[in-house]
């Protein structure tokens, strides 16, 4: 019969729930990633075939889905419906940018097969929480002292570019080895600093970048422990931003350790391959970097953590190190390239995080999605040799464009790919959706992410 007791009992007290983890930095597709769970899994519920791997999932058993009430929750709700609208408008739009953290909850209602099919179906609630991956970089500062931190920021910022950098290091080489606790001086070099940080984000494609606050705040206004920036100088400066810094920690623990975000049973890190691999060696370097340290942040498992000296004290969150169960590393808007080359996306991804399944006792898994996909798949003869592109209308633009932005490298790409550039991804329109998303969002890969993630559940 293969039902557990688990199954004939789950549901009649009231809904499982399951926590799901979004993360990812800015721009990775969170909340295209949200708006296609929501739409799709909505559209599934009519009965529409928007999650094909769901569907073979479910075996025939009917499936229900509605949008949870919001009830007296603390964290803001996911608007779903608004970025639906935003893709079902005429033209199409991407959703607006979001801010931090927000929660999109889903009451599933599963039917059963065989003898239990007269019992009531199970109820399942799914979370999806939308958690800013900066956020998560911050957990790298957890474990330095200002003095290490500043160093390490300064060596970086020196390897930057200095049309980006120079501005910020000039006036930190220009401040006396010890200078007053100026606030003037505080406010003048903490501004300086977070514009750099935005600066290296969004003209040099770096990632790495710290503190995760500083480009991604936390809702509500802000603290005066947030006005510090990295210098090695001493003095009453140097003491008021040391506090400024600890406090900042503190601040990080907190929200790590706060029950606000719950438990997360399962996860989801999303990240922008495709832009990195464009944006050049240095970029792609730096990605890798972040997603390592946030992976490092993920270390779910304190079996697994306790083996590895120096990071066994490492203040985790509890909500990460608890219960996660399973992990999926996502390379995003996987419809810039043709169905051929996501295979090397996914292995990409895979090589970028290095968990091995077995070390990291969840499984893992790696993969290419296309949240909301763009574009369909054609061969292009190119100097008359076909290759498999990509075409798509992008934004403000009514004719078809052809697309093909090169060989996706399935390993970490070495000197022979950064000497062919990976040419600029196209900024393409969302598709026109019938019914205004009521039926669903194009989607590639979102439906064998999630019968993976909820396989044990369905
Ligand atoms: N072609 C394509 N572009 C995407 C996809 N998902 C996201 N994007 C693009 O990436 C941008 C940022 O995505 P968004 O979900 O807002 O990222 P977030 O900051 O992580 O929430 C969007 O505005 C789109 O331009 C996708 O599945 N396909
Ligand atoms: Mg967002």
New binding site residues.
Partial sequence: MGATLWEATAGLLGPATLRIGVT?L????????LTSVAANLLGLGAGLPTLPALTLRLAGRTLRVGVAPAGAGPVPRFDHAGHLACLGADPPR??E??GAVSLLALDLEIGRAGLLAALPPRRLRLEFLDYPGEWLLDLALLGDAFSVWSRAALRRLERAPTAQAGEFLGFVQGLPVRAPADEALAAAGHRLYRATLQRLRDSAGLRFLQPGRFLMPAPGPEPPWMGFFPTATSGGLGELLTARYDAYRDAVRRDMADPLFGRVDRLVV?VDLLSALHEGAAAYADTAAALAAAAAGLRWQRSWLDAVPLLRDLPLPFWLTAGVRRVAFAA??A??VAERQRGNLAALARSLTRLPDEAAGAPVQACAV?????TEDFVWTLEGRPVSAVRGRVLGDTRMTRSYPGEVPDRPPDATFWAHPFLALP??EPMRLPGAGSGGVPQLGLDTLLAWLLDDML
Avoid: V
């Avoid at 800015?26 to 990633?33: D, E, L, N, S, W």
């Avoid at 296309?370 to 763009?374: E, G, H, L, P, T």
């Fill in positions: 990812g800015a721009r990775a597709g969170k909340t295209a990633f991407w959703p940018r979001t999303l995003t808007k419809d810039h296309a949240a909301i996909r763009c900024e393409f």
